[in-house]
């Protein structure tokens, strides 16, 4: 509640279906634009058995780039799984535009 001066407290309540798409977009727009929420959650969409086997370096224009520790890995990743990571991406951020990603060896 804010004062209302002489005549007592003024109520400012807001419904929540009022409020929720407002935050809904703005939470999107910060995914947008903080590409460091996508690297940093490369763990969870891959999974614990190859999180530590891959890493996510960085995200700009739609695109992923993660790092991987060898070419057995990323042929599976590359050719199997791309699809299911990309959705799984999606899937997570919803206000974000996601292309595609980049596999390389490192």
Do not use: C
Not at 25 to 41: L, N, T, Y
Not at 77 to 82: A, C, E, G, I, R
């Amino acid at each position: 509640m804010s004062y209302n001066g002489a005549n007592g407290p003024k109520r400012t309540t807001h419904h929540i279906r009022n409020l929720l798409p407002k935050i809904l977009k703005r939470i999107g727009k910060a995914h947008q634009e903080r590409p460091d929420f996508i690297i940093k959650a490369w763990p969870d969409v891959v999974g614990p058995k190859l999180s530590s086997m891959t890493e996510a370096l960085s995200f700009a224009e739609g695109i992923l780039v993660v790092k991987v520790k060898n070419s057995t890995l990323y042929t599976l990743l590359s050719q199997n799984d791309k699809p299911r990571l990309i959705q799984n991406l999606r899937d997570k951020f919803p206000g974000t535009q996601i292309k595609t990603i980049h596999f390389r060896l490192g």
